[in-house]
Structures are given as C-alpha cells and as structure tokens.
C-alpha cells in the first residue's frame, strides 16, 4: 500500500458523495454544479492512473464546458424538479441494481488492477504502441501519436461528432428569436455584461484572456511532446472566449469572433482532416497514411499529417464549443 | 384472330400460360380505361369469350400432363401450372360463366346506378385470374397464392356499397377467410411439405405412407377446415356476411369462382395429395365426411327459416357446398366424380337463382321472400329460370343437378357409409323444401297490392277477364338474357354430364 | 480481490447511480446530468484497464521505462467529446422541450400531449 | 481505384456534410446529398459485386495494419447492408426537396442535408468497420445526427420524442461502449478479427459473458427489439417525413447488422449460441416483439405510428431468423432486413406524400383518398400487402425464408407466432386500406389538395416498386441473402 491508495480513497469518497448528493439534490443548479464537481474529481483520477491527456479533457470538457450549458439551459428553464415518485424510482432502482450487478459479476474474472500481466499490457499492441512509435511516427506523446495516426480514423469521426453536434444544435436553437415563447422570460438570460462597478472582474479578466490565449495554442501544438492537441485546446480556446463573453457581454463576443465566421470555421475543420485523408489518397497511399505527404523522410510526413489533423480538430472543437454556447446564450438574450 | 387461336392449340402449354393472363389484361384495361363505360365492358365481355373458347378448346388435351414452371422462385418454391381434368373442369366453369355475368354486371350496375363500376371491373376480372390460377395450379404453393390472392381481389367487391355495412361484411368476409387460410391452411402446406418434401400435386397423392394414421387425419382437417371458401361450419360465416354486395358480385362468389375454388380446393387436395386410397385407408376422411354432413343439413334447416332471398340462397350454397366436401371426404371414385360434377351443376344453377334475385331487385327492388308474392306473372322469364335453377339443385331429372346426387348415393353405398344416404334424402328434401315455396309463391299466390287492382280492372262489362292483368316488368334485357342462358344450360348439362366427368374418371381409375 | 478490484467496484457504483438518476427522474434536466455521470463511470472504468503498477503517463521519456497503456487513454478522449457533443444536443432539446411545453418535465410534458389530444 | 473504395464508401458522405455547412444554400446541399449517396450507392454495388467474385476486401485506414490501426473488411454480409442503406439514401435524397420544402423552416434546410448525409456516413461506417470501438465512433454519429433529424419534426412532440431518443440511444450507445471495454479488457485487442481469434481461449469467462450481454443490450435499444423499443415509435412518427423514410429504413437494421457482426464476427456463434442460452432468449424476444408490434399496432389512429408500430414487430421476424443463428435462419434474417427496409421506406414515403397532401396522417383523414389521389393510394395498398407477407411481394419471400428456416429448427410455436402476427397485420393495413377505399370523404373536403410532387412520387414508386421486383424475382436478393449469411457464418467459399 503506498500513498496513492490514500488520495485514491479520498477521491473515491468525494466522487460518491458528489454523485450521491447530485442524485438527492432537487435543486437543478445545485446538481449541474455538483456534476462539474463530479468531473474534477474524476479528472483527479484520472491524472493518478497516468491518464494526463484524458485528465485533461475531462477537466475542460466534462467539469468546464458541461457545466456552461448546463448552466446556460438552467438560465432558459426553471431550476426546481418535482418529487420522483416510487413508480418510476423503484424499476429505474431494479435496473440500476441489476446492471451492476452484471458488471460486479463481470469484474470478478477481470485482471487484477495495475498489474503488468494483463492481457492489454501483454497484447502487441503495447510494444508497437510504447517501443515502435518513436521510430514510426517519432511523437514523444504517444497518446497523440495512437489519436492521431495510429486511430487518426476514429479520431476523424470524434472531430465529426462535434461537428454534428454544433450543427445539430444550430439548427434546434439558431441563432435568432425562439418561434413560440411559451411562457414569459424567466429571469434575467445568462450573459449580461456584468455592470461597470466590477471593475476587478472586468480587469481581471481582461488580463488573464491573452495568457488562456497563449496557452490554448501552446496546448495545440505542444500536443507531440505533452499532454494536449486539439481537442483540449479547442476547448481551452473557446473557454477564454467564453469568459469575455460572460465578463463584457454576448456582442462583444460577438464581435470578437462573429457568428457568422463559427459557422464556416466548424465545417473547415473536418474539411481539413478529412482533406489531409483525402490528399495522402491522391498521393498514392491509404487514405490517413501520413507517411506519402513527404516522399522522402515518413517520419516528417506523420508529423506534419498529425499537426496538420490536430489543427482541423482544434479549428472545428473552437468554433462548436463558441457556437454552442453562442447558441445556448443567444436564446436568452432573444427572450 | 382463328389463325392465333389455331396456332395456340398447336402448342397447348403456351395456352396454359396465356389463360389467366386475359383476365389479368382485362382488368389492367378496365382500371385504366375508368369511365369508358362501353369500351370497358366490350374489352371485358370479349375478354371472357376468349378465355371462355380457350378452356373449351383445351379439353382434348385434358389428359396430356402438360406442364409449365412459371419461374423458380426460390428454393423449394416454384410456381408451376399443369393440365389435369378436374383444374379444366373448374376452369372452364369460371370462364364461361365469366362473360355471362360481365353481361349481367353491366345490366345491374347501369340500372341500379351503381358507384365505381371501373374498380368492379377490374377487380372482377382480377378474382377471375385468380380462380383459372387456382384451377391450373402444378402444387400447393401456387395454389395457395392463387387462393389469397382471389380473396384479396373479391373483398373490394364485398365491400363496393362502401357504407358502414358492407365494410363490416367486408371486414368479416376477409378476417375469416385469410384467418383460416392463414391459419390452418398455410400450417397445412407447410406441413405436408415437411412430411413429403413437396408439395406438388400427384396422381394417386404424395403423403400416402408418410405420416400416422392419426397425423393424416389431423391435416386432412386443417386443410377441409384451412379452405374457408368451402364454408365448412364453423367457417362459414364469411358467405352471408358477403351477402351485403351487389348481386352480381354473390353470384361470382357462389358460383363463379369463390366457392368453388374453395370446394375445388378441397377436391384436389383429395385427390391429389392425399390420394383417395390414403383417406380411405387411414380414416382421415371419416371424420370430415359428419362435419360435412352436419354442415348439409344445419345449413339448410338455417335457410328455410330466411326471409331475405339472398340470404336464403347463401345458406342453401354452404349446404350444397357440403356435398361436394362430403363427395370428396368418402373419397370413392364415384362420390368424386359427384363433387367434380356439383361443382359445374351447381355453379350453372346457384348463379341463375342469383340472377334471378338481383333481376327482382333491379326490375322491383324486392329482396325478401315473403314479398314476391304475384311476381311470376310480372317476371315470367325470370321465375321460369328460377324454378328451372331449382329443380335442378334440388336434383329432379331432367336437371343437370340430378346426376350428382345420384352419384353421391352411389358413392356412399360404396363407401360403405348406407346411414348417409338417409342423411342425403333428408337434405335433398330441405332444399325442396327451401327453394320451391319461392316459385309457387310467385306464380301461385296472387300479389298483395294487385289484389284490389285486379278486381277493378276485370270488372269489365262483359265479364271477361284481360288477358295479361299484371304488366310484364322484366328487368333491363342485360339481366334477362342471361339468366335464361344459364336456365337453358341447366337442361343442356343434364345431357352432357358424361363428357364433363368423364377425363376425371379415367384419372381416378388410375394407370 | 479488494485491493486489486475495489476500482472498478467503485466505478460500478458510480455508474449505477448515475444509471438510476437517468431511469428514475423525469426531469428532462436532471436525466442529462445523470447521463454524465453514468458516462464518466465508464469512462474510469476503461482508463483503469490502462494503468499498470509503478507506471508513468505514456509520454516516451529517456528517465522512464513502464508506461501506462495509451490505448484505454485514446479511446476515452473519445468518449468524452461524444459525451458533451450529446449533452449538448440533449440540452438544446430541453431548451426547445421548454418552450413548446413551459415544463422540463418529460411526465408533464407527455400529459399536456395527452390533454391535447383529447381535445381535438 | 477498387482497392480504395471501402474507404470511399464512407469518406465521401463524411466529406459532403462541412460542404454542405461551407457553401450554406439549400440547392447546393441537395446536390451533395445526392451527389454524396449515388457516389456511396455506386461504390457499394462496385463492392459487392467485387465481393461476390473475388472474395472480402480489407483496407488499412493509414497503412496501418491491423490490429494497430483500424481496417476496413468488406464481405459479402456488410456489403449487402451497405447496397441497402445507400440505395435508401438515394431514394431518400430524391424524395427529400419538396417533402424537407414543405416541413422545414427554409433557413436550416442546408443543415438537415448536412445531417442527412453524417447519419448516412455513420450508418455505413458502423457497416464497413472491421474494428469494435470505430463500431462506437460511427455509432454516435449516426444516433446524434439521426436525433437531430428527428427533433426537426412539425409538431411539438417531435422534440420530446427526440429528446427520449437521445436519453435510450446514449444508454444503448454506452451499453455497447461497456460491452468493447470488457471485451478489451481480457484481450488488450479491438481488432474484431484479432478479438476473434482470441476469445475463443476465453469462453466461460465472466467479463466476456457480460460483454456479450452489454453490446447485446446496447444494440438491442439502438435496433429497437421489443421490450426497448419504446424510443421508436414516436421518434419516426413524429419525424419529418424524408427522414422517417430514412431513418424507419435503414436506422435499426444497421443495429442488427452491427449485432450480427458482434455475435459471429467478433464473440462467435460458439459463444453466444452455443455457450449462452442466447438462442432461446432471442427466440422468445422476437416472438413477443412480432406479436406486441402488429397487435399495438392496430390500435394507432395515426398512419405514421401505425407503421412505426408494425415495424416494431417486424423487427421480430429480423430478430427471431439471427436467433436461429443457422444458415437458414441468418439468410432469412438479411432478407427480411432487406424487404422490410424497402417496404417500410416505401411506405413511409407514401405517408409523407400522404402527410403534404392533406396536412395530417390520421387515419380518419385518408377517407376518400383512393379517389383523390390513386397512385398513392395503390402505392399504400402495395406496401401494405407487402408488410402482411401476401406472396409475389418481397415480405412474403423473406417470411417464407424465416418459416423454412423455424420447420428447419423445429420452433412450431414461432411458426405459429409468425402467421398470427401476419394476421395481426391484415388487421392494421386493412383498416388504413378500409378506410382510405371505401369511406366517402366528409363533405366539406377541401378540393384543393396539393398533387404529388414528382419527385417524390418517383421516389415512392421506386422503393415499393423495387420491393415488388424483389417479391417476383426473388431469386438474385436470396442468393445475396444466402452469401451474406454464409459469410457470417464463415462457411463462404
């Protein structure tokens, strides 16, 4: 038993009764906060098992993204749910008991945790993963060398579920005035500028924006050689954004990065990952083979494939993220 | 026009091919032609002639075995038509009586004013396809989709008023039909093809010796009983509840093709998947043979207590069906030459009292019994048929429906069956006793409301009575002249019955 | 057993919460956030398939020789985006639910259908 | 050229959707939807009758070979899906202008064609995939696209539906995701062919038990088997009418697919039929699909929720002929997957033109339609008979294929299952036939109805015309039935 076992507890413990209470809770805000939370927390685990990259996005995606729309929903909706009552608790109670049950069953034959034996340590793939990917694709992080090239494909479809997503919902809430309003604005919509005696705030803010800036592109491209690439940068990108948005208002935002110019940067994109497939198919190889985009030296082709993949990803992950909280916050505003 | 119909001959299985097409052309024409009346009904009635020349011209080739497969359409599964004489026999029935109706339908429809006359046509045509399917099928697969497939053309018929009525007649005319067929007869195939590997029709049978004695008698029953067109009890609810359609449409039913495709069905499961020996033998048809009876004579005893006249004529077609059922189930070679018979004896009598009946709706707007006192005399060439029609299903000589129920007593003396004969004069008696009382009726009661009428008139001051003291008021000439065909082949068939019968016989006698 | 399996349990028990938050609540809201945590159970679950005892995080480093397995790491990146690209999408259709209806309530919400239709 | 297609197949739908967001107008969109689906319908039919002659293609997604990367397999099971759901795409992206003209605010029409051709590109990504978590990936881009597509429905109760949708869809998705995990974990492969060739060594183990049972729940919900269909009939009732012909088509037949794919390719038939009682659980579900389907079905007052429900018990029959999990039974299933997705595409189509016709599907509202609009009417009365199994239509060779197979397992009482829900389905079609025939309309029926847009009637005749072919002319659908079962089951030469 060494430390880690004891944050490991703590956390568990946390984690549990941030879930337990996020069940309990009948107040909306209080379980969106505690659901971010929940995500930190499991972020914190996340970093304790070695997962940086996914520690990472968990952090900006699950405990700071999430939580803005869900906040942004609460700011359009009403914060307060009815009492559950048994006839749905007790099945919804049966089912959950027995799907983990299932899974408890199932654990019992899994291989005992953190140990070196087990058969995903011991499948090839590991050491052509850990060993070979330096010299194949020679991306110190190999996370991004496995997201990238190696599953660079389901890489491709994850950036094409946050295109989906993005203009999923631009086409559920637009950009303009809800058709029917079904009942009279609730209470003042989300992003306000904030009034001018918050002076600390707006200073505040005003100079951290360039350092998340800064960061959000260090995180893209510094991606190869430690924890990031385009998914966290994208996010951290568009969070920054976000904060001036809450800080100096929805139009100065808008003004920053114009609405109009989102909708063309989420599909530019994809275009560019799924061109940068399409371009080494032209160039006589598979379709994603980085090798042929330079017929001289493979390696500097898998690096430029992978920077040039991870731009699209961050190019499309900002422009969702700030369209759909541009969304999510414009409805407001046009109640 | 002769050269093709010569060149046709010469190659008889083009003609097998052909046979159902012209009325599948026919009702191609008569859904696209819509309102055309004239043209429409020309295509139609000429349609049915040729098809009627080609079934006549095919009986000398009755017993040459000529086969087509339609297409292989999947495994286990072809589509096959064959020539054998009792497929002929039905054939012919269907398609000469085809254009006799047409003529009659365009009659009534005209002179009732009917709606949708095209949707008639067409789907007139469509149920005639199928029953000359369902006569020239090579196994039960084609058959069976011949036999849905007639139901499904025959239920816009039922259904034509369109009102609330004929769509629950409609309603219960399809859940009946396609739930037994469905139900019992599908399972019934299916079945037959697990125990013999085929399901093609054979002279002598297929399942002789495949299955139990007590497994036969099960299938013999789902099949009788899976034919719900034969109107076994309880199955057959479905025929009086057709009874709301234009009249034309139950003379189709009964006589023409739906029935009949039902009894033939059930004789050519006889003969040719079970095999006579085999029912005999293994006493599958012992137990059909008393449901059948009891049919027979239920029925009737049901019929003589209708007032409608349609529905009086329904309940006496399930009792008649009853004995082409019970011919088929003692399964002797001479009580299924009887039901080979009734099935064209029949056909030609049921459809002319069915004329007959909607020849007094049209001319009178009359449908019970009980009103057409006095008829006769207005309707004389009417109820001249109707009383030929008559005798002839009642079985008096010299009316083709004698011959049969002689066979049937033949028939079940040779089976060994002597109880049924008394069970078969009883139900002879019924019928007298249902379907005479309408002619006396007629021709010898005087008419309630012409009573006074004719006193005023025959007070003439010379005391003679006029002539004619009830105007004639047939119904439009389309209707008259067919019913008296029909009336007229009543007598002519009595006559012909041994070249009707007699391919049949020579199958059955075996090789 | 416990000391080698207690992580995954811990995960399962995460997991059944958030499972029975989806099925019990009816508030289109709160089905969202329990969806989230019935994700992020699984999410740990995958990741501890990765870890390997006295491990470091899988970026290639002359001071180190046991890495954790990239894989599980790789495939939850992806799970997480899909999770918040459908929370968004569920959340835009409750901000929709929310204007047709004037409820969040998925109950509510089918009872006024209801209502309607009875009507016509 | 050929050796690249797999790829193809699916990148170039991927490819149209941003094109479609980029250029931003409804026309242009159109023509890279259709573009799009006759270029992936094209590259299909290539595939196939490549597979049929040459055998199965396999394609490394960046020259990777498997298990490090992700490949591409191309047999003759998936290939026969892939003709499907591209075909459909095609009818769909011919029917769609008028029908997504008349129900979609103008403005988003560019986007629904962007999501019409990401749900195409996840439902054949999840076909060509030889790798169990890229099944995941394209998964979620076909449900987040197709929740969309449905969320975009005219009335209100297309947001709740959507919205129910999504909450089942993502439990089935990460049921699936759960599965793939235990999976993994007592193997360290997602390669489906190198997790075949390592589970075997494993059968008897827990995890892999309960693998099984989370991707076979998972792809149950997203395939809609009774009793998790509860998604489904208002999700397509309530869908806008192109994407109900999409959708009601192609969504849940991709998800048995990718459930057969699992079972044979990936768990293996020892596993999953041999080892788990899973043939008879299947068996029971399916029949208790195809009944409660066909017999809620004849209680709707909505044409689209009447077919929505007859396809919950349709689903039965594809359900019950897999759980046979024989030769017969798998060939039974492929061809019901494909008669039932034309016919209920068709039939679906003839509702949308139902629906812009006369501004509503409700039953009541169809009196007097056979004379006010016949070709529709014959169209409906030709599905219908097609749903009912009546022969010479493409239902009833694939019912005949799944009773032969039942005689074959000795499953009597699912014969008899199957005839009663066949009759059950007289019941449901007869009522919109009756109706729709012989009920006058109401008086005051407003005489200007819109007539059928070309387009979309042609689109209409084409599905249901292509079902009838397929009824008649069995044999070249059952032959490709029987190849993609044989490859399933590896038997194929």
Not at chain 1, 20 to 30: E, I, K
Not at chain 2, 330 to 354: P, S, Y
Not at chain 4, 42 to 61: E, I
Request: net charge neutral; with cysteine.
């Amino acid at each position: 038993m060494n430390g880690f076992v004891w944050i490991d507890i703590v956390l568990f413990t946390i984690l549990a009764a941030t879930a337990v209470g996020l069940a309990r809770t009948r107040q909306l805000f209080a379980a969106a906060m505690l659901s971010g939370l929940f995500s930190l927390t499991s972020a914190c685990i996340f970093v304790l098992q070695d997962a940086v990259d996914v520690a990472f996005t968990e952090a900006a995606v699950g405990a700071g993204m999430t939580t803005v729309l869900f906040l942004g929903t609460l700011a359009l909706t009403r914060s307060r749910e009815k009492v559950t009552p048994p006839r749905r608790s007790i099945p919804a109670a049966l089912i959950a008991i027995f799907t983990g049950g299932v899974l408890i069953y199932a654990s019992t034959d899994m291989p005992p945790f953190a140990a070196a034996d087990t058969p995903v340590q011991q499948h090839p793939l590991t050491q052509r993963f850990l060993d070979d990917s330096m010299t194949e694709i020679g991306v110190p992080n190999v996370v991004t060398s496995v997201l990238a090239s190696y599953r660079g494909y389901d890489t491709l479809g994850e950036t094409v579920v946050v295109f989906t997503a993005a203009i999923a919902v631009l086409m559920l809430l637009g950009r303009g005035r809800p058709a029917t309003s079904a009942e009279p604005k609730p209470r003042e919509a989300l992003p306000q500028p904030i009034q001018h005696d918050q002076r600390v705030l707006r200073v505040v803010s005003k100079l951290m924006l360039p350092f998340i800036l800064l960061f959000a592109l260090y995180v893209q491209f510094h991606g190869d050689y430690g924890p990031g690439g385009g998914f966290q940068a994208g996010v951290i990108f568009a969070s920054g954004l976000i904060l001036y948005a809450l800080v100096f208002g929805l139009d100065a935002a808008r003004a920053a990065v114009s609405p109009a110019a989102l909708r063309r940067m989420v599909p530019l994109g994809v275009l560019i990952y799924a061109g940068v497939g399409f371009a080494t198919l032209l160039l006589g190889g598979a379709f994603l083979d980085y090798n042929v985009l330079d017929a001289h030296d493979p390696a500097h082709g898998q690096h430029l494939g992978i920077l040039l993949v991870e731009l699209g990803v961050g190019i499309t992950v900002t422009a969702a993220m700030l369209m759909l909280f541009y969304s999510f916050a414009a409805r407001g505003v046009g109640r | 026009m002769t050269a093709l119909f010569d060149a046709l001959m010469q190659n008889p299985a083009v003609a097998l091919w052909i046979a159902p097409l012209i009325p599948l052309a026919a009702a191609a024409s008569s859904a696209l032609l819509g309102g055309r009346r004239n043209l429409r009904e020309g295509i139609t009635v000429t349609a049915g002639v040729i098809s009627a020349a080609l079934a006549v011209a095919l009986w000398p080739h009755a017993e040459a075995g000529l086969r087509v497969t339609l297409w292989d359409w999947l495994p286990g599964l072809t589509l096959a038509f064959e020539l054998e004489p009792l497929g002929l026999l039905f054939a012919t029935v269907a398609s000469v009586l085809w254009p006799i109706t047409s003529v009659y339908a365009a009659g009534y429809l005209r002179g009732n004013d009917e709606q949708h006359q095209s949707r008639f046509f067409a789907c007139f045509a469509l149920a005639i396809a199928a029953a000359i399917g369902i006569a020239f099928s090579a196994n039960l697969i084609t058959l069976f989709i011949c036999y849905e497939l007639l139901t499904l053309s025959t239920w816009p018929l039922v259904t034509h008023k369109g009102n609330a009525d004929a769509r629950k007649g409609g309603r219960t005319y399809l859940l009946i039909l396609i739930g037994t067929s469905v139900g019992l007869l599908l399972p019934a195939i299916i079945w037959t093809y697990v125990l013999s590997g085929t399901t093609a029709f054979r002279s002598g049978g297929i399942l002789a010796g495949q299955a139990g004695n007590a497994t036969l008698t099960v299938l013999y029953a789902l099949f009788l009983f899976g034919i719900g067109k034969a109107a076994l009890m309880p199955f057959h609810r479905w025929l009086p509840a057709a009874m709301v359609a234009p009249t034309p449409v139950s003379a189709l039913l009964h006589a023409v093709a739906v029935v009949k495709a039902g009894v033939f069905t059930v004789m050519k499961v006889s003969i040719y998947t079970f095999g006579l020996d085999t029912i005999r033998s293994s006493g599958a048809g012992e137990l059909m043979m008393w449901v059948a009876a009891l049919t027979m004579l239920t029925t009737a005893a049901i019929a003589l207590t209708q007032d409608n006249l349609k529905a009086r004529l329904a309940y006496s077609t399930i009792s008649q069906l009853a004995y082409i059922t019970l011919g088929a189930a003692l399964a002797v070679k001479t009580a299924v030459l009887e039901g080979a018979l009734h099935i064209a004896t029949h056909a030609v009598g049921k459809i002319t009292l069915f004329f007959c009946a909607g020849a007094i709706y049209t001319a009178a707007h009359k449908t019970r019994v009980s009103e057409l006192d006095g008829m006769g005399m207005r309707m004389p060439y009417t109820f001249a048929a109707f009383t030929l029609a008559s005798m002839s299903i009642v079985g008096l000589p010299p009316l083709a429906g004698s011959w049969d129920k002689l066979l049937l007593m033949e028939g079940a003396l040779d089976a060994g069956f002597p109880l049924m004969m008394g069970v078969l004069m009883l139900g002879s008696l019924l019928s007298l006793g249902y379907l005479l009382p309408i002619p006396i009726r007629a021709f010898f009661r005087p008419a309630p409301g012409a009573a006074s009428d004719d006193r005023v008139i025959t007070d003439f001051p010379d005391g003679d009575p006029p002539p004619r003291p009830v105007p004639m008021q047939e119904a439009p000439l389309a209707c008259v002249v067919p019913l008296c065909i029909t009336a007229v082949t009543c007598v002519a068939m009595f006559f012909l019955e041994d070249r009707l019968i007699a391919p049949l016989a020579r199958v059955l006698e075996g090789p | 057993m416990i000391a080698s399996h207690y992580n995954y349990w811990i995960a399962v028990v995460l997991l059944m919460i958030g499972l029975y938050v989806v099925m019990s609540h009816s508030n289109t809201i709160k089905k969202l956030i329990g969806l989230n945590v019935f994700q992020v159970a699984v999410f740990m679950l995958y990741i501890s398939l990765g870890k390997i005892e006295g491990g470091t995080a899988p970026i290639v480093d002359a001071a180190f020789t046991v890495y954790s397995h990239p894989l599980p790491h790789v495939l939850i990146l992806t799970a997480i985006v899909v999770g918040v690209a459908t929370t968004a999408l569920g959340l835009a259709l409750v901000v929709r639910i929310h204007e047709a209806y004037g409820t969040t309530d998925e109950d509510e919400a089918l009872i006024a259908d209801r209502r309607e239709a009875e009507r016509t | 050229m050929i050796a690249h297609l797999p790829i193809l197949q699916v990148a170039l739908p991927l490819l149209a959707a941003p094109l479609c967001v980029l250029l931003r107008s409804a026309r242009a969109a159109w023509w890279i939807y259709l573009l799009a689906s006759v270029a992936a319908f094209g590259s299909a039919l290539l595939l196939a009758s490549s597979v049929a002659t040459h055998g199965p293609l396999h394609y490394a997604v960046g020259n990777w070979a498997p298990p490090f990367g992700i490949a591409y397999v191309i047999d003759a099971a998936n290939a026969f899906v892939l003709v499907l759901v591209s075909g459909i795409a095609v009818a769909t992206a011919i029917y769609a202008p008028r029908s997504i003209a008349a129900e979609i605010d103008p403005q988003r029409v560019y986007l629904y064609y962007a999501c019409l051709c990401l749900c195409l590109t996840g439902l054949l990504g999840i076909v060509a995939t030889g790798d169990a978590f890229n099944v995941f990936v394209f998964l979620e881009i076909s449900s987040l696209s197709s929740y969309a597509l449905i969320a975009l429905g005219k009335r209100r109760q297309a947001l709740l539906a959507a919205f129910r949708y999504l909450v089942m869809g993502t439990l089935g998705g990460t049921f699936v995701l759960i599965g793939i995990g235990l999976a993994y974990a007592v193997t360290g492969t997602l390669n489906m062919a190198d997790l075949a060739q390592r589970l075997p060594a494993l059968y008897g183990n827990r995890t892999l038990t309960a693998a099984v049972g989370f991707v076979s729940v998972g792809l149950a919900i997203k395939a809609a088997v009774f009793p998790l269909h509860a998604w489904l009939p208002s999700a397509y009732a309530e869908a806008p009418s192109a994407a109900g012909v999409f959708l009601s088509a192609t969504g849940t037949k991709v998800a048995i697919y990718a459930f057969l794919r699992f079972a044979f390719g990936i768990f293996g038939a020892g596993l999953v039929f041999g080892h788990l009682p899973m043939s008879a659980l299947i068996l029971i579900v399916g029949t208790a699909a195809m009944l409660a389907g066909a017999a809620i079905a004849c209680y709707q007052d909505d044409l689209k929720r009447i077919l929505a429900w007859s396809s919950v018990g349709q689903i039965g029959y594809i359900v019950v002929g897999l759980g046979l999990a024989s030769q017969q039974g798998l060939s039974a299933a492929f061809l019901h997957i494909s008669a039932h997705a034309l016919i209920k595409g068709g039939l679906f189509a003839t509702a949308g033109i139902v629906a812009l016709r006369l501004g509503t599907t409700r039953i009541d509202a169809l009196a007097g339609l056979a004379r006010s609009a016949p070709a529709v009417f014959v169209a409906l009365l030709l599905g219908g008979l097609g749903l009912i199994g009546v022969p010479l239509t493409a239902g009833f060779v694939s019912k005949w294929a799944l009773v032969m197979a039942l005689i074959e397992a000795d499953q009597w009482a699912v014969i008899a299952a199957v005839l009663l829900s066949s009759l059950l389905a007289l019941v449901y079609v007869g009522r919109i036939i009756e109706v729709a025939w012989f009920r006058e309309p109401p008086l005051l029926a407003d005489t200007a109805q819109p007539s059928t847009p070309a387009p979309m009637a042609l689109a209409m005749w084409g599905l249901v015309g292509v079902s009838l072919v397929a009824g008649v002319y069995a044999a070249p659908l059952s032959r490709a039935a029987t190849a993609a079962a044989a490859a399933l089951l590896g038997t194929a030469p």
